[in-house]
Antibody, heavy 123, light 110 residues
Framework: EVQLVESGGGLVQPGRSLRLSCTAS????????MTWFRQGPGKGLEWVGF??????????EYAASVKGRFTISRDDSESIAYLQMNSLQTEDTAVYYC??????????????WGQGTMVTVSS | QSALTQPASVSGSPGQSITISCTGT?????????VSWYQQHPGKAPKLMIY???KRPSGVSNRFSGSKSANTASLTISGLQAEDEADYFC??????????FGTGTKVTVL
């Protein structure tokens, strides 16, 4: 079964850091671009960033709202994508989702999503 | 990058058709045929419904269809059913090599 599972969320104080993981199974993880999103309480979806597959350089792109504070990386040997979040602010409070970009499978969109992990930034 | 504009809410009776618009700019919706639509039920992860403007993933009902004209994309749900009641978000790739989502539309089945 093709699946993504996020982990690492929780309560963190403003200014601190947190690392989220997105563990994949059921497909060849290294072939796919992986993306992170977030959704604040009662709000819409916000794209956070993505990381290309190694075939395309393995480089990331970020939304302006998180650039310089968040870092996306990947470990293809473990089929995990990471979201390192530094200098967290209260406005970063959200459910964080990872998703696969299904371009390799012929679907140029976010075709597989995880269930999300909650991050609460509060003192 | 500003969010794409969607109506806050759309409603319809069972069996009717509704259309949700998604308006962007020439830097996003108008630049590429890479608009996708997602359905989200409360407390659940989003689900892909339409990709590349008008294509349906395997398993998605053919009651869902998508189109695009210039800077505006649209999602049409025909034969509205109770299970279609959810939030819907459009998304587009942009010239800045980023993605932008729409503001979201709450669909209510009367």
């Amino acid at each position: 079964e093709v699946q993504l599972v996020e982990s690492g969320g929780g309560l963190v104080q403003p200014g601190r850091s947190l690392r989220l993981s997105c563990t994949a199974s059921g497909f060849t993880f290294g072939d796919y671009e992986m993306t992170w999103f977030r959704q604040g309480p009662g709000k819409g979806l916000e794209w956070v960033g993505f990381i290309r597959s190694k075939t395309y350089g393995g480089t990331p792109e970020y939304a302006a709202s998180v650039k310089g504070r968040f870092t996306i990386s990947r470990d293809d040997s473990e089929s995990i994508a990471y979201l390192q979040m530094n200098s967290l602010q209260t406005e970063d409070t959200a459910v964080y989702y990872c998703a696969r970009v299904g371009k390799v499978a012929g679907v140029d969109a976010f075709d597989i999503w995880g269930q999300g992990t909650m991050v609460t930034v509060s003192s | 990058q500003s969010a794409l504009t969607q109506p806050a809410s759309v409603s319809g009776s069972p069996g009717q058709s509704i259309t949700i618009s998604c308006t962007g700019t020439s830097s996003d919706v108008g630049s590429y045929n890479l608009v996708s639509w997602y359905q989200q039920h409360p407390g659940k992860a989003p689900k892909l419904m339409i990709y590349e403007g008008s294509k349906r993933p395997s398993g998605v009902s053919n009651r869902f269809s998508g189109s695009k004209s210039a800077n505006t994309a649209s999602l049409t749900i025909s034969g509205l059913q109770a299970e279609d009641e959810a939030d819907y978000f459009c998304c587009s790739f942009t010239r800045s090599t980023t993605y932008v989502f729409g503001t979201g539309t709450k669909v209510t089945v009367l």
